[in-house]
């Protein structure tokens, strides 16, 4: 016997049921993490076009570089455009604080230059009269503009159901096992934003909290599970540790 899906697709009990436990999981991992890490409220950055160019300027940095970097770029132009038509030396000069100011002063400016021509002018306010998939695809056209730094435009400037998923988020979500194994970052996002239910509130709290367990529990190298309040629903936990493999 079959059910139907919401996207239409049919589904045998036994899958069914399989989504349920991972839905009821993953609620309780995302609430303990919430638990640990306090639940934050949402307060947009800015405008979308400040945390597109502020996002690009995060890539491969602190957030103290990021804004040092944007304050500086801020300071040496006024406006968006004199940022756009400035010579290239001058605009790499402005973020050289942040890193990668060679990379991320012609992406900025070819950014601002494809804006200018799609819409005539400098702004992407309009992203917010958009379906979410729309938005998305308008600012992954962009060169240099990936599945994370559209999300981080969406869920911080707009307020919309958007995951962002950082190394951290790709890394922790990968081992409890809230996605499937090898799963990829751009492949996770989709995932995460539907076990969170698309809810805005809840999106911004697990990608926080997600971050927040990656940089003092489940880091990179060497776990620290011993400590870890996510142990018994957690698939690396119980496949390498209690197994006795790691
Ligand atoms: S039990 Fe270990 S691998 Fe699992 S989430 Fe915690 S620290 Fe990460």
């Not at 036994?14 to 934050?40: C, M, N, P, Q, W």
């Not at 990379?103 to 958009?130: M, T």
């Not at 599970?225 to 790691?246: I, N």
Request: hydrophobic letters at 35%; proline letters at 6%; glycine letters at 8%.
């Amino acid at each position: 016997m079959t059910g139907r899906a919401a996207d239409g697709s049919t589904t045998s009990p036994g899958k069914e049921r399989r989504i349920a436990v991972d839905r009821l999981r993953s609620a309780r991992v995302f609430d303990l993490l919430d638990e640990t890490y306090g639940r934050h409220r949402w307060r947009s950055h800015g405008t979308p076009l400040d945390e597109l160019i502020g996002t690009v300027l995060s890539q491969n940095t602190s957030n103290v570089n990021t804004a040092r970097s944007f304050r500086s770029l801020r300071a040496a132009f006024p406006t968006w455009e004199a940022v756009r038509t400035a010579p290239e030396e001058a605009v790499i000069e402005a973020i050289r604080s942040g890193g990668l100011a060679r990379i991320k002063g012609p992406r900025i400016q070819a950014i601002l230059s494809a804006i200018a021509r799609a819409h005539g002018r400098l702004s992407l306010d309009h992203l917010a009269d958009l379906p979410i998939d729309a938005a998305k695809a308008e600012m992954t056209a962009l060169h240099g503009v990936g599945p994370k730094t559209a999300a981080c435009v969406l869920l911080f400037s707009l307020g919309q159901p958007a995951m962002p998923v950082d190394t951290h988020v790709h890394r922790v979500s990968g081992r409890i096992g809230l996605v499937p194994p090898r799963t990829s970052a751009a492949a996770c996002q989709p995932l995460l934003e539907d076990l969170l239910g698309r809810d805005r509130d809840r999106i911004l709290n697990g990608h926080l909290n997600l971050i927040a367990h990656g940089q003092q529990v489940c880091r990179a190298q060497r776990p620290r599970c011993e400590s870890c309040p996510l142990q018994s629903d957690c698939d690396y936990y119980r496949a390498v540790r209690v197994s006795g493999d790691g």
